[in-house]
């Protein structure tokens, strides 16, 4: 356990093997530096794309891995055999709850419908009440900035409150990603109705 309670880090970003080298990097170095600052890492447990490229590194650099991944994901041979520990889950649905029940903190990376989708769950989930975890989207290559412009026009067209802008860190390197982990503190409570509904 590191000083800040956070042990166990669940990564969410892209399954694809297409992407500019750019993307890797990034994955490549925040799982060495996952590894490096005696975190684990709790993931998809596949071997894809920048999904295997930061996994891999957190293993290269003394952390675990903990996949967790639906049966089907499975019997499409995704399934790595690296895990330190694997966790088989019914569907998509309990996977992303075992994912979240394992976690102590989350980072998103650039991705695809998968991607945002998980972050998107937990994003409402801190919302919510639900979690005061450190949530963060680390913006590779400016990947996010139309997402975020939108997160923006959400606050300012009141279909969310102004609270919410601080629920997710954006991080523009690994390293800025890490160092917001390392100095998180969880808020001392959970957003009140007020603040949640308020606009
Ligand atoms: P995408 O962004 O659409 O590539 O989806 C990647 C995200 O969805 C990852 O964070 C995974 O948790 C999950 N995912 C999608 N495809 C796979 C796969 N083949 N194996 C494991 N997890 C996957």
Known sequence: MTDNGIKNICVFCSSSNFLSDEYYKDASELGKLIGKNGYNIVYGGSTLGMMWACASEVKNNGGKIYG??????????????????????????????????????????????????????????????????????????????????????????????????????????PQDAIDYINNYKEPESVPSKHEIYSR
């Open 68 to 173: 967790v991944m639906p049966q089907r994901l499975v019997d499409m041979g995704c399934r790595t055999d690296n895990c330190d520990e694997f966790i088989l889950s019914d569907g998509m649905r309990d996977r992303k709850q075992k994912m979240d029940d394992l976690s102590d903190a989350v980072i998103a990376l650039a991705g695809g419908f998968g991607t945002l989708e998980e972050f998107a769950e937990m994003f409402v989930q801190k919302q919510l009440g639900y979690n005061k975890k450190a949530l963060v989207l680390l913006n590779t290559n400016g990947y996010y900035d139309e997402l975020l412009s939108f997160f923006k026009k959400i606050v300012n067209e009141k279909f969310a409150g102004k609270y919410t802008k601080q629920i997710v860190y954006v991080a523009s390197t």
